[in-house]
């Protein structure tokens, strides 16, 4: 595997199937044309195929196995639009138990194969790094032979290299080579060719930089392939929900516990028929009302200091904001979205304590429970203890028709109190037990123990809740950055070409050859152009002579 010297003098490297320099066939092919898509340079895939590097090397350069990369990549891509991912599915929902609910038996194979959050799993984030991967490997493949070989061509080719070419004339019927050369060389500088002069010789040149259209779109990709894969790095990338209930204040995720949130007042419009004639069809249409807006009017805090145990946080207001649709909340490089909203979510309930004998007056004796964060106990001063044993914010049976509940939201909250009168001691005796919730009040002891005392649902309080989509890209810059890039490569490679022409005499006799990397008819036309105006005649397409050749011995078979 010694590198080869060409007669010209230059050193090539092993497999090389035209001199870089001078163009010169290396290596006996029967077929009449050059190959010239990589100049007939030596990629290192074709020639190193000895270690175990360069097998890793041969299977990443493949274009077939990029392809088979990018297939499985959309297969994969497609399975994880089957069933919402875990992210999307409801605030409090247990993904264990809301895929099997909501999708059956589809749906608890789907997480269970770990399909609920594909995206973030290894085997899916080694796909696309191995697509990256393939796209450099390919890139340094091609690009490198090409640019040393399109660098260290001389003007002055050889002979086998100019008959090799698709477009190729050899003429004697010029009188005046020279002078015919020096019009050629003005008319191609007319056509923005760039001219190289060499013992008489011409290489006329244009496009260049179209070559490398390709290997700038890989240079995107790669580019926006790298912001993807920052995507799962802590800090990077941040696409979480909060809910913030009316009146209260919840943290803000990704912030480190800095920044808080308060709802001061949630808000929706609706499209009036009246007062809208011109929607009146649309909301017929739409069989219903129509949200014309919805908008949290919030504040946003941030945390003054970090305080010490057991003291409360202490917030400052940074600034008001209305969230809108499209129009967030935006601070330190977070944006706040409005996505959703909840309508009259359970608040509080009231709840009054009674007794079920005549002697004892208990009116007075009311208390409300936070359903989002209930108190333990609750003392009277008349010396009666209600305890709150479970609760079940959204109350259900399992399989083994034992309580739970489904999530932490009180859509269907049920507790279980225990009331102790003054005469009893909670850490000795068991109080009086009823499980209490939305049209249930049952006692819970048994028959035969005594049972005085009823808690009775008085009244609820609700509030509306919105959804906010807590949002912060620091990968976007990349994937910007790697767009544009693509995009440049794209249209660099499509709109324009490489196109070159020889000219050389050798004895009397003019060579005329011409390449061009696509778009073939352009440069005829410049051959065309060239002929109009000079005694050079347009060279010869050996790829049309042959195939007239091959029509003409088919019939002459015949």
Request: with cysteine; aromatic share 12%.
């Amino acid at each position: 595997m010694n590198k080869v010297k060409c007669e010209c003098g230059h050193v090539n490297p092993y497999g090389t199937y035209l001199c870089e320099s001078c163009g010169k066939p290396l290596i006996e092919d029967t077929n009449k044309l050059a190959n010239m898509r990589y100049e007939g340079v030596a990629r290192r895939s074709q020639t190193y195929q000895r270690t175990v590097v360069d097998k890793i090397w041969n299977f990443f350069s493949s274009v077939k196995v990029g392809i088979w990369i990018i297939v499985a990549i959309l297969l994969a891509s497609s399975l994880g639009t089957i069933f919402p991912q875990e992210i999307y599915i409801p605030p409090g929902e247990n993904p264990t138990v809301y895929y099997e609910q909501e999708y059956g038996i589809l749906g608890k194979l789907y997480y269970q194969l770990g399909f609920h959050n594909l995206y973030r799993s290894w085997w899916y984030i080694l796909l696309i790094a191995s697509l990256g991967i393939s796209l450099v490997i390919c890139s340094l493949d091609r690009v490198v032979p090409l640019y040393r070989a399109l660098k260290t061509q001389r003007v002055t080719r050889h002979e086998g290299f100019l008959k090799r070419q698709r477009l190729f004339l050899e003429t004697k019927k010029i009188t005046d080579i020279s002078e015919e050369l020096t019009k050629a060389e003005k008319l191609l500088k007319e056509r923005r060719y760039k001219i190289r002069k060499e013992n008489g010789n011409i290489l006329a040149e244009k496009g260049r930089f179209s070559r490398w259209g390709p290997y700038v779109n890989h240079i995107g990709l790669i580019i926006f392939l790298i912001g993807g894969m920052l995507r799962f790095f802590p800090g990077m990338y941040l696409d979480e929900y909060i809910w913030v209930r009316e009146g209260e204040e919840e943290v803000i995720n990704g912030t480190d516990g800095e920044y808080f949130l308060r709802n001061n007042e949630f808000i929706m419009e609706l499209y009036d028929e009246e007062e809208e004639e011109h929607y009146a069809e649309a909301i017929e249409r739409a069989g219903g009302v129509i949200v014309r807006n919805y908008q949290t009017n919030a504040t946003l805090l941030k945390r003054t200091n970090e305080g010490t145990v057991g003291s409360e946080t202490e917030l400052q207001e940074v600034k008001e904001a209305e969230i809108r649709v499209n129009q967030p909340l935006t601070f330190n490089g977070f944006s706040l979205y409005q996505v959703d909203y909840k309508l009259n979510e359970l608040s509080t309930f009231t709840f009054r304590l009674e007794s079920d004998t005549a002697d004892e007056d208990l009116s007075d004796m009311e208390f409300k429970v936070d359903l989002n964060d209930p108190q333990n106990v609750y003392e009277f001063d008349n010396g009666y203890r209600i305890e709150i044993r479970e609760y079940f914010p959204n109350f259900t049976f399992n399989e083994d028709r034992e309580p739970t509940t489904i999530n932490r939201i009180p859509d269907n909250p049920a507790i279980v109190f225990e009331v102790f009168t003054p005469d009893m001691d909670p850490e000795e005796e068991t109080g009086e037990l009823s499980l209490i919730g939305i049209q249930m009040n049952e006692h819970l002891n048994p028959d035969g123990d005594a049972h005085d005392h009823t808690i009775r649902f008085t009244d609820a309080e609700m509030v509306d809740v919105t959804g906010l989509t807590v949002r912060k890209d620091n990968t976007l810059p990349f994937i910007i950055v790697g767009g544009i890039i693509f995009m440049i490569g794209l249209v660099q490679g499509s709109y324009w070409f490489h196109r070159r022409i020889w000219l050389q005499e050798r004895d009397g006799t003019l060579l005329v050859a011409g390449h061009a990397n696509k778009n073939w008819h352009g440069l005829k036309k410049d051959f065309l152009y060239l002929s109009e105006n000079t005694e050079i005649d347009i060279p010869i397409d050996q790829t049309e002579a042959k195939i007239s050749e091959q029509s003409d011995s088919q019939k002459g078979g015949e």
